[in-house]
């Protein structure tokens, strides 16, 4: 049975929060103001913070969503990854992908983002896999400003990997998992094996109290 190998992509493969880049995307093509730049820096330390209700947060930003060509959105990712991204990404992380690759492992990006910001990166580092929250499309092939549920989101991202491995055939139980954040311990307790790369506050002291090996990228 093949192991799988999961990164997470926000200060983990990328030093950065992408969110707080797509904002600043946003703005240089005149889309969002600085007002939605604070409002985004308040959401990514509730993230951090593990106080954010990822649900609402989502449901809001969905809702501009709404009626916009997912081909658009897929477009503007590549552009804004070219643009605000790529620099970002992490030469260890570059390594760590590489060396699950050269292992034979399954490599998946498991994000609470959306697919359209993750595949870019999966395919600048030849990763196949994405799991993400997912975004409802309607027949005419616009977002519907609704999420596809559950989102990739704590234990949603269990539910989500153990759906992709039961298609690929790897074990959630027997697989390593990166990731700097708290809200992912549902994950984190689900594998066998733990990296905490550049952990948050509350995920540091949980990671040292359980031994849980610590790497900066």
Request: hydrophobic share 45%; proline share 5%; charged share 25%.
């Amino acid at each position: 049975m093949p192991r799988a190998a999961l990164f997470d992509l926000d200060r983990t493969l990328v030093r950065k929060e992408t969110a707080s880049l797509y904002v600043r995307y946003q703005r240089s093509i005149g889309e969002a103001t600085w007002r939605d730049a604070a409002r985004m820096s308040l959401w990514v330390a509730q993230y951090t913070l593990g106080v954010i209700d990822a649900a609402q947060v989502a449901a809001k930003a969905m809702r501009t969503l709404a009626g916009m060509p997912e081909t658009v959105m897929a477009a503007r990712c590549d552009d804004w990854f070219r643009r605000y991204v790529e620099e970002h990404v992490c030469d260890r992380g570059r390594a760590a992908v590489a060396e699950h690759h050269a292992r034979g492992d399954i490599v998946a990006i498991v994000t609470g983002g959306s697919p359209y910001g993750a595949r870019p990166l999966a395919r600048r580092l030849g990763i196949e896999h994405v799991v993400a929250s997912e975004l409802e499309v309607g027949p005419d092939g616009r977002f519907t400003g609704r999420p596809i549920e559950p989102l990739a989101y704590g234990h949603g991202k269990v539910i989500r990997t153990t759906a992709l491995a039961a298609v690929l055939g790897f074990r959630v139980e027997e697989s390593v998992f990166y990731t700097d954040s708290y809200t992912d311990l549902p994950l984190l307790e689900a594998v066998a094996e733990q990296v905490v790369v550049n952990p948050d506050p509350r995920l540091s002291r949980i990671a040292r109290r359980r031994g849980w090996r610590i790497e900066t990228w």
